[in-house]
């Protein structure tokens, strides 16, 4: 079982930086891969990075790529999206995920197993 915690989100305006963190308890953290994730009013949860469990491999969503970085410490327990250059339009609440798959591209909802509880990000243009 793995309980999984967002922070860093908040009101920024156009061309600002964000850097997420979620934190995952239990011991067995580097053992997962870990998603992140984010759904905007109205719409369905899209993917928008992935880190495999070693963190040697890291795949990104078109509309993110060039601006986010994904990332984690392992010793820490802990997965950081950092996001530079924000646009309005990645407004939405972000979710981080993980499962125990060594597949680097794995972008569906349904495939991941444990899931935090949101962090709002707001971009005014």
């Known amino acids: 079982q793995v309980q999984l915690v967002e922070s860093g989100g908040g009101l920024v305006q156009a061309g600002a930086s964000l850097r997420l963190s979620c934190v995952a308890s239990?011991?067995?953290?580097?053992?997962?891969?870990m998603g992140w994730f984010r759904q905007a009013p109205g719409k369905e949860r899209e993917f928008v990075a992935r880190?495999?469990?070693?963190?040697?491999?890291?795949y990104y969503a078109d509309s993110v790529k060039g601006r986010f970085t994904i990332s984690r410490d392992n010793a820490g327990n802990t997965v950081y999206l950092q996001m530079n250059s924000l646009k309005p339009e990645d407004t939405a609440v972000y979710y981080c995920?993980?499962?125990?798959?060594?597949?680097?591209?794995?972008?569906?909802?349904?495939?991941?197993?444990?899931w935090g509880q949101g962090t709002q990000v707001t971009v005014s243009s």
């Open positions: 995920a993980a499962d125990q798959s060594g597949t680097l591209v794995r972008v569906r909802p349904v495939s991941y197993d444990y």
């Open positions: 239990g011991r067995t953290f580097s053992t997962y891969s």
């Open positions: 880190i495999t469990w070693k963190g040697s491999s890291t």
